[in-house]
């Protein structure tokens, strides 16, 4: 029996109703052979509390469906172990927050094909119907992944969620993922940037987009600033664990987040005093600032890897 072609990769961490609604998108795709692919799950929970519902996926699904337990907590640990399993030379990504319409999967293979892509990023479109009213534009906006207007290649690089990446153009084929980034995130961030330096080739697929459900706990400013904090340390902390550390560019990066912190700081204090409908805008632009500046050891926030 040949290999797949493609595998796809879920993630998981104590999300099962996610994790249904990701799956089953998945094995509703229209426009690919089936019979070339595999989903793989990858269960990041202390017990193996997804193994059930994998078992029952995969009673009924069209392709193979390879459940991997990997207890040690982290998300780039995740990354790899779905990796190590998988076995296809074109790995597609979709996180358990994630739903894929019937087409997305063929557009990420058809975009790959026609501009020999290394690695293939499809817009995101969250919905956050639950969120308070005055909130709602800016948490959709925080959680979607805007993009090209047209699909081709591209000149930078997105996040791993909705992506297609080929094995080949890996640094490391079966642990790509550093995990220094495991509790942080960014370790999607780490491996682009370094394949980018390594000369792969981007591709942008406009109609390759997946709607994004973020759960009720993330849909409040008490998660997106700390998140937006964090999203702000990464380019400096790249420089900093760069081999050999980028100065310069911690140097840069610094600077950079200190002016944004001048600007945007009072400018948000200013629109929350005027009771501002972007208001919440102005302080996630402050944070972003902020994490630029503050970017090492004290300073990081935990977001993933929590042991059951």
Known sequence: MEPPKVSIVI??????????????????????????????????????????????????APMPVVYVHEPRPGVATARNAGLAAAKGALIAFI??????????????????????????????????????????????AFFSRQGPAESGIIDHYYGCGDSLVRRAALPDPVAPFHTVRNHTGGEDDLLFGKMKREGARFAWATDAFLWEDPTPERLSLAYTIPRAFAYGQGPTSACAIAEPPDRLGVAKW????????????????IKWLMARDDRAQALDRAARGLGKLLWWGPFKIRFYGHAA
């Open 11 to 60: 993630p998981t961490q104590r999300r099962p109703h996610g994790l249904r609604t990701a799956a089953q998108s998945v094995l509703g795709q229209r426009g690919v052979d089936f019979t070339t692919m595999e989903l793989v799950i990858v269960d990041n929970d202390g017990a193996p509390s997804a193994r059930l519902l994998a078992d029952e996926l995969a009673g009924v």
């Open 95 to 140: 996180d358990d927050d994630e739903e894929a319409p019937p087409g997305w999967l063929a557009a990420l293979i058809a975009a790959q094909s026609r501009y020999d892509a290394d690695v293939v990023f499809g817009p995101v479109r969250a919905r956050a119907g639950e969120a308070p009213r005055a909130l709602r534009a800016y948490l959709e």
């Open 254 to 269: 610094m600077i950079v987040g200190l002016a944004q912190s001048l600007v945007f700081g009072p400018a948000a204090l």
